[in-house]
């Protein structure tokens, strides 16, 4: 089943904050999170596997809270590069599922 | 290092002719290969993967297929298109045999048009 994501979308002004969810109805083995800018692939951040995990890339760092199966991920005094869409795939537990993503996240980050 | 290639970049079909999208990976041996459908504004739906040669598996039925011919080259086929086909296409690779926690690395995926 896919996760759901929050906000749909979201606004900031550059060196403004951001957090985006990720929540899913089932037990969660990895959490991973995934940018892609207008017309172009998307790109791997980061991979969160435990509970309670938190990794950072630059100034955009995860956590994966495994007992409430969700993930956020927090964007640090945004830059003009950050803007893309941001998607969370998760793996359940105890399955062979593949990867299923969110619908995403546009962040826009203006000057 | 690794690189994934995709073709064509943008594809503009008629309902009901046939389709053959390809990709290749570089650099590595034995990736596990996966095809994604991204409608415009939506989120990656998985359509096929493979962890081996002629080793398929399907996520969603539809009139697509998928074939894996040689270890690093997974095409995307389809005998009779429809409107709803349209789409971003985009091809995936991660390193297998590590478990399901690698990274997907995406090609520049081919931007499919059905008219």
């Known amino acids: 089943q896919q996760p759901v994501q929050s906000p749909q979308a979201v606004i900031l002004r550059e060196g403004e904050d951001a957090v985006i969810n990720c929540s899913s109805s089932k037990a969660l083995y990895s959490v991973h999170w995934y940018r892609q800018k207008h017309g172009e692939a998307p790109v791997f951040l980061m991979i969160?596997?435990?509970?309670?995990e938190q990794k950072g890339h630059e100034k955009i760092s995860a956590s994966f809270n495994e007992k409430k199966q969700q993930s956020s991920l927090y964007l640090t005094a945004s830059q003009l590069s950050y803007s893309g869409t941001y998607f969370c795939g998760t793996l359940p537990s105890g399955s062979a599922r593949q990867l299923t993503f969110g619908s995403g996240t546009q962040l826009t980050v203006l000057p | 290092s690794q690189t994934i290639h995709q073709w064509p970049a943008t594809l503009v079909q008629p309902v009901g002719s046939p389709l053959s999208l390809e990709c290749t990976v570089e650099g590595t041996s034995n990736p596990n290969l996966y095809w994604y459908r991204q409608a415009a504004g939506r989120g990656l739906q998985l359509l096929f993967y493979s962890v081996g040669i002629g080793q398929i598996s399907s996520e969603v039925p539809q009139n697509l297929s998928a074939s894996r011919p040689q270890d690093r080259q997974f095409i995307l086929s389809s005998k009779k298109l429809l409107l709803s086909d349209s789409g971003f296409y985009l091809c995936a690779w991660s390193v297998r045999g590590r478990g399901r926690d690698q990274p997907q690395h995406f090609g520049d995926g081919t931007r499919l048009s059905i008219l």
């Open positions: 969160l596997l435990k509970g309670g």
